[in-house]
């Protein structure tokens, strides 16, 4: 409802963070251990997206923290950065999916106004979106990641690099197509980096 949606816009972090806690919109608050807000510097001029938790994830209440956030982590530490510093990370839905399904459209369409917030709070200077279930569920789109990645898009007048999800690459068997994929996502890391040379003020 559009009231939820102005109450949940005009909430401060503290506020926000409590909100998620407490949030009861869709179905997946009856499944989680732990809502995963996001993590990172308030101050972000990086924001990574992702669809949602997993199981470690939902355990900790954190994103990123199993095998797929470590290997974020090591992409972060190639770049000479980390995730407390100057990126924020989040995921389009708080609450973990069972058996680490895809987020359902209701389930999106609930949590958005959090992302939506955090956004607007951040004011970051690029979105990365990990995966086409993130950049898809975003945009109201049906991109696949294959196609799309390489272009530069925009949310809300931000720019947005699409990107494959760390877990894609740890899915593959093959060491040529791992080697493959981790240099397209570095492609697509110095294309964020092009786009701010300089730091915010």
Same mark, same amino acid.
């Given at each position: ?31 989680? &251990? ?15 997206? *992702? ?24 992409? @972060? ?57 993130? @950049?898809? &569920? ?59 040379? *300089?730091?915010?003020?």
């Amino acid at each position: 409802p559009a009231a939820r949606r102005e109450r949940i816009a005009a909430l401060d972090w503290e506020a926000f963070e409590a909100d998620v806690a407490a949030c009861t919109a869709c179905g997946l608050c009856r499944s989680r &251990n732990r809502v995963v807000p996001g993590v990172g510097d308030r101050r972000a001029e990086w924001l990574f997206v *992702g669809e949602g938790p997993g199981a470690e994830e939902d355990a900790k209440g954190e994103p990123f923290v199993g095998q797929a956030g470590k290997l974020l982590d090591s992409m @972060l530490a190639a770049l000479g950065m980390r995730r407390d510093a100057n990126v924020y990370i989040a995921n389009v839905v708080k609450c973990r999916p069972p058996n680490n399904r895809e987020p359902m459209k209701d389930e999106v369409d609930a949590c958005l106004p959090y992302l939506l917030r955090q956004l607007a709070a951040l004011r970051p200077r690029v979105i990365v979106c990990l995966g086409k279930v993130a @950049l898809n &569920n975003l945009l109201g789109t049906s991109h696949s990641m294959g196609r799309i990645r390489g272009q530069l898009l925009s949310f809300n007048g931000i720019p947005l690099v699409p990107t494959y999800h760390p877990a894609f690459i740890l899915h593959k068997k093959d060491k040529e197509e791992i080697s493959k994929a981790k240099w397209e996502v570095w492609e697509d890391m110095q294309k964020v980096l092009a786009l701010i040379p *300089g730091k915010r003020p």
